[in-house]
């Protein structure tokens, strides 16, 4: 007998049989074993949205961590917001984005949002 | 109250559902579905193609960011709340995620300021005494997409998130068992940064850590975790945000001060502010990490044959779901399912009366808790709990 059986008895009989309430043990272990834990091993399927060639420079920059929908998804961002987006990449996960490309990558992120970049 | 509801109705046009989330097709029979978003950028792909999951928004393909249609929630009042593991969203921040763990292998270590250093199995963690809890597993950031003026990040619509029952160890035995000492509790996963980003780590105090309601869970809806939701092992953390239910859990350590890693310090940090809500545009308050979640009310189903939905209480249970038609002036109880416990999804449904109706409903959770109509705003697009209306005609 599960040390949990008193504590299950007592919320039947008050009626209560709320199963999940908060985390009440599992009776007689059970509920455990019966979750089999096996191997896993999956494969993702590969992108398939990919930027215009003339949005090269953002290609090559930005999409070695997250996949072009990371970009594409966005909101109208300001010049601003995506120098500062840019520089974020920089500073928080440590992107090898040269400065001196800022001005560039920036244009041509605004590009890609106004549909100019095609 | 009533002022505002009335002009979000105004202005948002009781776009809250999404057009494509309430179609009277099963969505995941369609190749799109439209989140509803301000500039009307909210259409996505669905999608079958990554494995275990069916019918799921693709919001971004590396690291996968996968959305759960609303119609994927919807049921009557006595359906079982829980979100099928196949339609649970799906969330990582880095692409290099574990795409294959071998179960005897695995090892969940436990070090740092302890008293026994321990490197458990999956065998030894389930011989010890199993709990389990019904809890919603929310984003952060769900529902950034609906922010006005909108923010940079993920673009979700309401559906990163999840009911499920999670079945596993209480963390606080485990801390027992390794005699832990010190003052915070830092969790990670087996999902590796590109290179010199920082790794994804999270902490919660000691004392956080040791609720007991927080878990370690092997199980999800009965069965073992999918590899996409954190197989072998997550943090179960009910009533917080989705953030610190980290996930492919190996590694706990125990710290004897606060973390000052970049995923506590710089990002799901919320303003201090009431509401977690500044001006639009402000920059330089004071933050915090975020933590508990906000009660909400969402639609699944709002047509002439049915307004009904799901509600959470957020870091308590729900204590009444109501429903309006005049913009808030009168609110009416709506019909609620069974209770799964405090921190899980809980149906509810309305019975409207003949006609057109712009309908909104609100959740209020036991501590008096209840939504608000104005829309709140803050940089990282977090903690959105705005009430939700949708239109319908009965």
């Known amino acids: 007998m599960s040390r949990a059986f008193p504590l299950v008895a007592l919320l039947l009989l008050l009626g209560g049989c709320q199963r999940y309430a908060t985390p009440g043990e599992t009776r007689t272990g059970g509920g455990a074993r019966a979750i089999a834990l096996s191997s896993q091993s999956i494969t993702l399927p590969t992108e398939s949205v990919t930027l215009p060639a003339s949005a090269e420079i953002v290609s090559t920059n930005c999409t070695a961590c997250h996949s072009a929908e990371q970009i594409l998804t966005q909101p109208r961002l300001k010049p601003e917001q995506w120098a500062t987006e840019v520089a974020k990449m920089r500073t928080a996960y440590k992107a090898s984005i040269a400065e001196a490309d800022d001005p560039k990558l920036v244009a041509a992120l605004v590009a890609l949002q106004d549909g100019t970049a095609r | ?394």
């Not at chain 2, 590796?192 to 790794?199: C, E, L, M, N």
């Not at chain 2, 729900?318 to 405090?342: F, N, P, T, Y």
């Open chain 2, 1 to 394: 109250m009533d002022d505002a509801l009335r002009q979000q109705i105004g202005r948002r046009g009781a776009l809250a559902l999404g057009a494509g989330a309430l179609a009277s097709s099963p969505l995941w029979a369609q190749s799109l579905v439209d989140l509803g978003f301000s500039e009307n950028d909210g259409r996505r792909p669905l999608t079958d193609a990554f494995p275990g999951k069916t019918g799921m928004i693709l919001q971004r393909t590396r690291g996968p960011l996968l959305e759960t249609p609303m119609a994927a929630f919807d049921g009557a009042l006595s359906d079982d709340p829980a979100t099928p593991n196949d339609r649970f969203f799906v969330r990582w921040h880095y692409a290099d995620i574990p795409l294959a763990v071998d179960a005897a292998a695995f090892r969940l270590h436990i070090k740092g300021a302890v008293n026994r250093a321990l490197s458990l199995s999956l065998d030894a963690i389930q011989s010890m005494p199993a709990v389990e809890i019904a809890a919603v597993n929310q984003c952060s950031g769900n529902s950034r997409g609906l922010f006005g003026p909108r923010v940079p990040g993920a673009q979700w619509g309401n559906g990163a998130m999840g009911h499920a029952v999670w079945t596993g160890v209480r963390l606080a035995d485990l801390l027992d068992r390794a005699g832990a000492t010190g003052s915070h509790v830092k969790f990670a996963g087996l999902d590796q940064p590109p290179g010199d980003a920082p790794w994804f780590a999270k902490t919660l105090t000691l004392a956080e850590a040791r609720s007991r309601d927080v878990i370690v869970a092997y199980g999800m809806n009965g069965v073992q975790l999918p590899l996409l939701n954190g197989f072998p092992l997550r943090l179960i953390v009910p009533g917080y945000y989705s953030t610190y239910w980290v996930k492919a859990l190996d590694s706990i350590e125990l710290l004897t001060g606060p973390d000052t890693g970049y995923w506590m310090e710089k990002a799901y940090r919320i303003p201090t502010a009431p509401r977690a809500s500044v001006v639009p545009g402000a920059k330089d308050f004071p933050t915090a990490p975020i933590g508990r979640m906000l009660p909400r009310a969402f639609f699944t189903k709002a047509d002439a044959q049915a307004v009904r939905g799901i509600a959470m209480g957020g870091d308590a249970g729900v204590a009444k779901v109501e429903w309006s038609i005049d913009a808030g002036k009168s609110w009416h109880a709506a019909q609620l399912g069974r209770d799964h416990g405090q921190y899980g999804f809980r149906r509810w449904a309305a019975v409207l009366p003949r006609g057109s109706h712009t309908v909104a409903v609100r959740a209020t959770n036991v501590r008096g808790i209840t939504q608000a109509a104005d829309p709140i705003w803050n940089p990282g697009g977090y903690m959105r709990n705005v009430i939700e209306t949708a239109k319908v005609t009965v």
